[in-house]
């Protein structure tokens, strides 16, 4: 037990030393620095608020439109950013795998746990100024949300490790992954609720994972107004194998690895 504790301490110094030289070398040290983190992620969700409030949309639903772009982007900003970040992640990286403790899970999960901080703050950033400007409610069910935001982190984490395993088994994957995600953002739930499609269509988007996601945690936020189609169940199941999954190609690519 002591030695498992002992990996874990370790663990923990080695993605935060990883965390440090990921943003240093993504963000630098001048002007706003590491803040980039959390202003990237909020002015692309502010730059959508805007431009579906200036156009009246409301996508066939009296909901507030900027708390469902906000609902609705931030969510995708996580696990599109967390997949897209580990895609070919090993090779700048490959020099530090000569050290003993350096592995290539630390270093997906460094870039993984970067993005969720990044969206996370951003979400809560834009909430609060909206609520605190009129612009949107308060959640009418935080507690629902915020489990509905831990499965958003677990999917999205597990997805990552599957995306940059998988990248570096094939570079044709890695070089359609940034197409798949134009393709997948319409269909992820963003910008519709399942509850407005017809009942034949309800039943083939339900088989997207991200798209349970997004439904809970808008069922969490704007709690009676909605009908929300999103199964825990069925998340947390489809997390628990897409992890298994990605730490078992994780673990075979770690073995293919060689450290410059």
């Known amino acids: 037990m002591r030695d498992i504790f002992s ?24 002007n ?4 980039w983190l959390f202003i990237e992620p909020m002015l692309f969700t502010l730059g959508v608020t805007a431009l579906w ?16 772009a906000v609902t609705g982007y931030s969510t995708v900003l996580m696990w599109r950013n967390s997949a897209t970040r580990c895609s070919k992640a090993i090779e700048p990286n490959l020099s530090l795998l000569y050290h003993r403790n350096v592995r290539v899970l630390d270093i997906f999960l460094s870039r993984v746990t970067l993005e969720v901080v990044s969206a996370t703050a951003s979400f809560i950033a834009l909430a609060f100024f909206f609520i605190a400007t009129g612009w949107m409610e308060p959640p009418a069910r935080l507690y629902e949300m915020l489990v509905a935001w831990l499965q958003l982190i677990w999917f999205s984490g597990a997805l990552g490790l599957f995306v940059g395993a998988l990248s570096e088994r094939s570079e044709i994957f890695e070089r359609i992954w940034h197409t798949l995600t134009y393709l997948i953002f319409p269909l992820s739930g963003a910008v519709f609720m399942v509850d407005w ?3 034949k269509a309800q039943e083939y988007v339900l088989m997207i994972p991200m798209v349970h996601a997004v439904e809970l945690v808008r069922e969490g936020y ?9 199964s825990h169940g069925f998340l947390a199941t ?19 690895v060689e450290p410059e």
Not at 59 to 64: D, E, F
Not at 222 to 230: N, R
């Open 7 to 30: 990996s874990l301490l370790v663990q923990r110094r080695v993605i935060g030393a990883l965390l440090m030289r990921e943003i240093i070398t993504r963000y630098g040290r001048h």
């Open 32 to 35: 706003i620095g590491f803040l």
């Open 53 to 68: 409030t200036a156009t009246r949309s409301t996508h066939g639903s009296t909901l507030p439109i900027v708390a469902f």
């Open 197 to 199: 499609l017809p009942s």
């Open 222 to 230: 704007f709690g009676s107004q909605v009908i929300g189609h999103g």
């Open 238 to 256: 489809f997390n628990l194998a897409l992890t298994l999954i990605g730490l078992l190609m994780t673990a075979d690519v770690s073995k293919r």
